[in-house]
C-alpha cells in the first residue's frame, strides 16, 4: 500500500540556520510527489511538486526538495530559515491515474520551530 | 492556482446535528475533494467528488454521514450529519488544475461539544 512516511515530528532551528525536512514514501510506480506547508489557523499552501524530469524542484519561499529514487524520498531543504517559515510541513504522494492525480497521500507531518 | 473558499470558516455544533460546508472554487473544475483532518493529525481523504456522478468515498466513509453535492463544476457541499465530539476536525475541500496539482481551500475548523 502506498505510504507516506515523515520521521520527524518536530523540528527547531535556529533562524538563519539551514532546514532540511526529511520525506520516505512507498509507492508502486512513478510518483507524483508534494510538499504543503500549513501556517497556524490557514490552509494548505502548496511549496513545490515533483512529477518528472530534473530530480531537483524548486519552489516557492526559497524551498527546495531533491527526488531520489534510489532512496524513496523528496526531502525539503531551504538553506537559511526564516522566523516566518515557522508551520507545519506535509509531504504527500498523488495517485497517478493515466496522467490525473486523484487521491493524495499526506504523512503525518513536521512541525517547524524557528528560534531566534 | 485555483481560488478556493469554503463557508463556514469555523462553527461549533451540538452532537446529533448536521452541518453543511460549502466549496466554491473560481474556476470549472472537474474533480473536487473533501479531506478531513483531525486534531494533531495528518490530512485523510474523505470522497472524490465528480460533477454528475456520485461521489466516491474511501474506506472508512460511508454516504450515510457525510453526504455529498456536487450540483455543477464550481460547487460542491459536504455534510457532516449526526455529529459527535469525535467528527470535531478541520475539513478541506481541494480540486486540481493541471491534472496533476491539488489546490485547497482554507478548510472549515468543526467543533461538536
Known amino acids: 500500500a502506498q505510504s507516506v512516511t515523515q520521521p520527524d515530528i518536530h523540528i527547531t532551528v535556529s533562524e538563519g540556520a539551514s532546514l532540511e525536512l526529511r520525506c520516505n514514501y512507498s509507492y508502486g510506480a512513478t510518483p507524483y510527489l508534494f510538499w504543503y506547508v500549513q501556517s497556524p489557523g490557514q490552509g494548505l499552501q502548496l511549496l513545490l511538486k515533483?512529477?518528472?524530469?530534473?530530480?531537483l524542484v524548486q519552489g516557492i519561499k526559497g524551498f527546495e526538495a531533491e527526488f531520489k529514487r534510489s532512496q524513496s524520498s523528496f526531502n525539503l531543504r531551504k538553506p537559511s530559515v526564516h522566523w516566518s517559515d515557522a508551520a507545519e510541513y506535509f509531504c504527500?504522494?498523488?495517485?497517478?491515474?493515466?496522467?490525473?492525480?486523484?487521491?493524495?497521500?499526506f504523512g503525518t507531518g513536521t512541525l517547524l520551530a524557528v528560534q531566534p | 492556482s485555483a481560488v478556493i473558499s469554503q463557508k463556514p470558516s469555523r462553527d461549533i455544533c451540538q452532537r446529533g446535528t448536521s452541518l453543511t460546508i460549502q466549496c466554491q472554487v473560481d474556476?470549472?473544475?472537474?474533480?473536487m475533494f473533501w479531506y478531513r483532518q483531525q486534531p494533531g493529525q495528518s490530512l485523510t481523504l474523505i470522497a472524490t467528488a465528480n460533477q454528475g456522478s456520485e461521489a466516491t468515498y474511501e474506506s472508512g466513509f460511508v454516504i450515510d454521514k457525510f453526504p455529498i453535492s456536487r450540483p455543477n463544476l464550481t460547487f460542491s457541499t459536504l455534510t457532516v450529519s449526526n455529529m459527535s465530539p469525535e467528527d470535531s476536525s478541520i475539513y478541506l475541500c481541494?480540486?486540481?488544475?493541471?491534472?496533476?496539482?491539488?489546490?485547497f481551500g482554507p478548510g472549515t475548523r468543526l467543533l461538536v461539544l
Open positions: 515533483y512529477f518528472s524530469g530534473d530530480t
Open positions: 481541494s480540486t486540481t488544475l493541471g491534472a496533476e496539482t491539488q489546490y
Open positions: 474556476s470549472q473544475v472537474t474533480m
Open positions: 504527500a504522494v498523488g495517485e497517478n491515474y493515466g496522467g490525473a492525480t486523484n487521491k493524495l497521500i
